[in-house]
């Protein structure tokens, strides 16, 4: 049977340890807080790394043999700071922001194929030369503002309690918590979205997220610099109330990106996937709210439909909804009428829309 050690013994053991870099059998009582809180006392903060240099010591540590992906984390992320990780980030929200909208650029292009008629606004039409100008301007955006954000706040998600070690929280913690995130978001980012549609706020700082009338999924993070910070707020609420592990802020961070370009996408494709996600809002949602444009009332949500069904910010849309399911007004088609208007969608048009809000 393995010995025990006082506390006082295992903190001189794991300090020495730490000084002369010795492998250390760790007693799987003590939690990785608090191991953490004894490795800070010999390392900077930004430098730490897992208390454990070997798998046995890991499977010591967690009491357990550890799982396929614990050990794939383990192999992966043994020797790399805690600061490291955190900047994986960068490198996400750059590949999120250029790859994932690719697919709905080459659908834009082969109108031929019938993806038209999944067009939210299907007489508006971006070049190849205007998308990769908005991608253009989101990429200046990210290297001056989104990724030197990303480098200082570090400091930020260390306070919070975002840990980096084992074991690794099981799938259903994962998805609580990406759920609490997301109705955090959801709640906090609909007041934001609401103060900036006055007058100061809408003219000062988001008439730049707007001039897409017609949105398209490289627009989703085209905002003004002064937005872009304050949006960071509600991202960062979610694991500040719940802190979890660093692989669940990863997922936080992409899947909330990737949410937004959907929803930006300016196509209601019957086959996706958060359409089976109750009080989801999705692209025909938002898309109105981006059409409407600067007079716009409703939408404000940037994700569920709850903030504006109680606050009563919905009406002009679902009373949109409404005409829409009349088939004839004077021989024309209303779906085209008042969603095919624009033809340009750095233009507000909307003089047909604003009366209904």
């Given at each position: 049977m393995?010995?025990?050690?006082?506390?006082s013994?295992?903190q001189?053991?794991f300090?020495?340890?730490?000084?002369?870099?010795?492998?250390?059998r760790?007693?799987?009582?003590?939690?990785?807080?608090?191991?953490?809180?004894h490795?800070?006392?010999?390392?900077p903060?930004?430098?730490?790394?897992?208390?454990f240099?070997?798998?046995?010591?890991?499977?010591?540590?967690v009491?357990?043999?550890?799982t396929?992906?614990?050990?794939?984390?383990?192999?992966?992320?043994?020797?790399?700071?805690d600061?490291?990780?955190?900047?994986h980030?960068?490198?996400?929200?750059f590949?999120i922001f250029?790859?994932?909208?690719?697919?709905?650029?080459?659908?834009?292009l082969?109108?031929?194929?019938g993806?038209?008629?999944y067009?939210?606004?299907p007489?508006?039409?971006?070049?190849?030369?205007e998308?990769?100008?908005?991608?253009?301007?989101?990429?200046?955006?990210?290297i001056?503002?989104?990724?030197?954000?990303?480098?200082?706040?570090?400091?930020?998600?260390?306070?919070?309690g975002?840990?980096?070690?084992?074991?690794l929280?099981?799938?259903?913690?994962?998805?609580?918590?990406?759920?609490?995130?997301?109705?955090?978001?959801?709640?906090t980012?609909?007041?934001?979205?609401?103060?900036?549609?006055?007058?100061?706020?809408y003219?000062?700082?988001?008439l730049?997220?707007?001039?897409y009338?017609?949105?398209i999924?490289?627009?989703?993070p085209?905002?003004?610099w002064?937005?872009?910070?304050?949006?960071?707020?509600?991202?960062f609420?979610?694991?500040a109330?719940?802190?979890?592990?660093?692989?669940?802020f990863?997922?936080?961070?992409?899947l909330?990106?990737i949410?937004a370009?959907?929803?930006?996408?300016?196509y209601?494709?019957?086959?996706?996937?958060?359409?089976?996600?109750?009080?989801?809002?999705?692209?025909?949602y938002?898309?109105?709210?981006?059409?409407?444009?600067?007079?716009?009332?409703?939408n404000?949500?940037?994700?569920f439909?709850y903030?504006?069904y109680?606050?009563?910010?919905?009406k002009?849309?679902?009373?949109?909804k409404?005409?829409?399911?009349?088939?004839?007004v004077?021989?024309a088609?209303?779906?085209?009428s008042?969603?095919?208007?624009?033809t340009?969608?750095?233009?507000?048009d909307?003089?047909?829309?604003?009366?209904?809000v």
């Open positions: 393995q010995r025990k050690q006082s506390k013994q295992f001189e053991s300090t020495d340890s730490c000084k002369l870099k010795i492998p250390l760790l007693p799987h009582l003590l939690t990785e807080r608090q191991i953490h809180h490795q800070s006392s010999v390392a903060q930004h430098w730490k790394m897992l208390p240099t070997t798998i046995e010591e890991a499977v010591t540590f009491g357990r043999n550890l396929v992906a614990e050990t794939l984390w383990f192999n992966y992320s043994a020797k790399k700071s600061y490291y990780l955190y900047c980030n960068i490198l996400f929200l590949l250029s790859v994932v909208p690719l697919p709905l650029v080459l659908v834009g082969m109108r031929s194929l993806f038209d008629k067009k939210i606004q007489k508006v039409s971006l070049s190849l030369s998308m990769f100008q908005c991608y253009k301007d989101v990429m200046r955006m990210f001056l503002v989104v990724g030197p954000l990303q480098l200082v706040s570090y400091p930020s998600i260390k306070m919070i975002i840990r980096t070690g084992l074991p929280p099981s799938l259903w913690e994962i998805v609580a918590q990406l759920t609490v995130y997301f109705l955090i978001e959801d709640y980012n609909y007041w934001i979205h609401r103060f900036l549609h006055c007058k100061w706020g003219e000062k700082i988001h730049v997220h707007h001039e009338t017609a949105p999924g490289f627009a989703a085209y905002a003004h002064l937005e872009v910070l304050i949006l960071g707020v509600p991202s609420l979610g694991p109330i719940a802190p979890g592990h660093m692989i669940t990863w997922l936080w961070i992409a909330r990106q949410e370009i959907e929803t930006h996408s300016g209601d494709f019957p086959w996706t996937p958060t359409r089976f996600f109750p009080f989801y809002g999705g692209a025909d938002h898309d109105y709210h981006h059409y409407v444009g600067g007079q716009s009332q409703s404000f949500a940037s994700v439909t903030c504006d109680i606050y009563g910010t919905d002009g849309y679902r009373y949109h409404k005409v829409l399911k009349k088939p004839l004077d021989g088609d209303l779906s085209s008042l969603f095919g208007l624009a340009t969608p750095r233009k507000c909307f003089e047909l829309t604003s009366s209904l």
